[in-house]
């Protein structure tokens, strides 16, 4: 497992198809967060941008081989475990970066709540910040997951449905990635500083169905 990976990063590297997502979420940042914006909000803020991103990745990574290509590998290592191999690599990738953003909004943010009048350490908000941000980036993976090959394999239906999933997993009401950034709001309203591990597990749970049950089709469909 440990080549296969290798073997995804490198594509996903060497292809630089990663580029207009990173440079996307660097323009949601940009136009979203100002320095001395309320911490809490403005990690909620960066850990939302992530989520569309992080699907972006899965697709980039489910697609970077063309098809003869993708057969060689199933047939060298399993279609199952070619599969998985992507989406961890996409997975890995959106949480590095939602890492790096999220010690990123720490620092240049202001360690106080909504109304600026109660303070809050930046030790404990990074790392609430840090947990949203890997919900999203969990979240993200399984719509990237579940809208993508070997589900749809038309782009002119796997990209809508990218679209919509990702939106839906944000606005719909139960989704961990919306709980997981409302703890992060209210916390700021109230100038506490939430720990937001439930929706952070219950996202984790979705992304392995979603990326179990895409592993499972991809050997069915390859057989």
């Not at 992080?54 to 290509?69: K, M």
């Not at 990123?104 to 941000?133: E, F, M």
Request: charged share 10%.
């Amino acid at each position: 497992m440990t080549a296969l990976l290798r073997y995804q990063a490198s594509l996903l590297l060497r292809s630089q198809r990663w580029l207009p997502p990173v440079i996307l979420y660097a323009a949601f940042l940009a136009v979203g967060v100002q320095s001395g914006q309320p911490v809490l909000d403005s990690l909620g803020y960066s850990a939302a941008a992530l989520l569309p991103v992080s699907a972006w990745l899965v697709r980039i990574c489910a697609t970077n081989e063309p098809p003869a290509a993708r057969s060689c590998t199933g047939a060298a290592a399993g279609p199952g475990r070619a599969h998985l191999a992507c989406v961890l690599v996409a997975l890995s990738a959106s949480a590095l970066l939602g890492a790096g953003a999220t010690l990123l909004v720490t620092i240049i943010s202001d360690w106080t709540s909504t109304d600026h009048q109660t303070r809050i350490s930046a030790v404990p908000a990074g790392l609430a910040g840090l947990l949203a941000a890997l919900a999203c980036a969990l979240l993200g993976t399984a719509v990237g997951a579940l809208t993508n090959w070997p589900l749809l394999r038309s782009p002119g239906k796997a990209v809508p449905a990218l679209l919509l999933g990702a939106l839906l997993a944000l606005v719909v009401a139960g989704s961990p990635a919306r709980a997981a950034i409302t703890a992060l709001v209210d916390g700021s309203q109230r100038g506490t500083v939430p720990v937001p591990v439930l929706p952070l597990a219950a996202a984790a749970l979705l992304t392995a169905a979603a990326t179990a049950g895409a592993c499972a089709l991809t050997t069915r469909r390859s057989s």
